[in-house]
C-alpha cells in the first residue's frame, strides 16, 4: 500500500450535487474575498499617502496577509466539507468566518486610530 491519500472520489458516497455545488460556491466566495483583500492592500499601498513608509506598510500588509491566509484556508474547509457531506457527517463550524471577522475588526480600528492621528497633526 502506498502513501498516498485516497482521492475525495474515492470517500464515501456521491452527495446530491446541489450541496456540492453549493460547497464550492461558498470556496469561489472565499477566494474572491481574498483576492478582494489582496487587491485592496496592494491599493493602500499605492495610493495612500502617508507620511511614513512604515505606516503605509502598517495599513497595507495586514489585508494582504489576510487574503493569502484566507486564499490558502479556503482550500481546506472546502475539502473538510466535502469529506464530510460525502461520509454523512456534520459539517465543522470551525474556520475563516469567524477568523476574517476578527482581524478586520483589528484592521478597523488600526485603521481608525490612523486616520484621527494623522487628522490631529494636521
Same mark, same amino acid.
Given at each position: 500500500?502506498?502513501?498516498?491519500? &485516497?482521492?475525495?472520489? *474515492?470517500? =464515501?458516497?456521491? $452527495? *446530491? $450535487?446541489?450541496?456540492?455545488? !453549493? /460547497?464550492?460556491?461558498?470556496?469561489? !466566495? ?8 489582496? =487587491?485592496?492592500?496592494?491599493?493602500? !499601498?499605492?495610493?495612500?499617502?502617508? *507620511? ?9 500588509? @495586514? #489585508?494582504?496577509?489576510? +487574503?493569502?491566509?484566507?486564499? &490558502?484556508?479556503?482550500? +481546506?474547509?472546502?475539502?473538510? /466539507?466535502?469529506? !464530510?457531506?460525502?461520509?454523512?457527517? @456534520?459539517?465543522?463550524?470551525?474556520? #475563516? #468566518?469567524?477568523?476574517?471577522? &476578527? ?14 492621528? +494623522?487628522?490631529?497633526?494636521?
Amino acid at each position: 500500500m502506498s502513501g498516498r491519500r &485516497a482521492s475525495l472520489r *474515492d470517500v =464515501g458516497t456521491e $452527495p *446530491d $450535487p446541489r450541496f456540492t455545488f !453549493a /460547497n464550492e460556491r461558498t470556496f469561489l !466566495a472565499w477566494n474572491r474575498t481574498a483576492l478582494a483583500l489582496i =487587491g485592496a492592500g496592494l491599493a493602500a !499601498a499605492r495610493l495612500l499617502e502617508f *507620511d511614513s513608509r512604515f505606516v503605509r506598510l502598517l495599513v497595507a500588509l @495586514p #489585508p494582504i496577509v489576510l +487574503g493569502g491566509v484566507l486564499a &490558502a484556508t479556503s482550500y +481546506g474547509r472546502w475539502h473538510r /466539507n466535502e469529506r !464530510a457531506m460525502r461520509l454523512g457527517e @456534520p459539517l465543522a463550524h470551525v474556520g #475563516p #468566518p469567524r477568523e476574517l471577522a &476578527a482581524v478586520m475588526t483589528v484592521i478597523a480600528v488600526l485603521l481608525g486610530v490612523l486616520l484621527l492621528v +494623522g487628522a490631529l497633526d494636521r
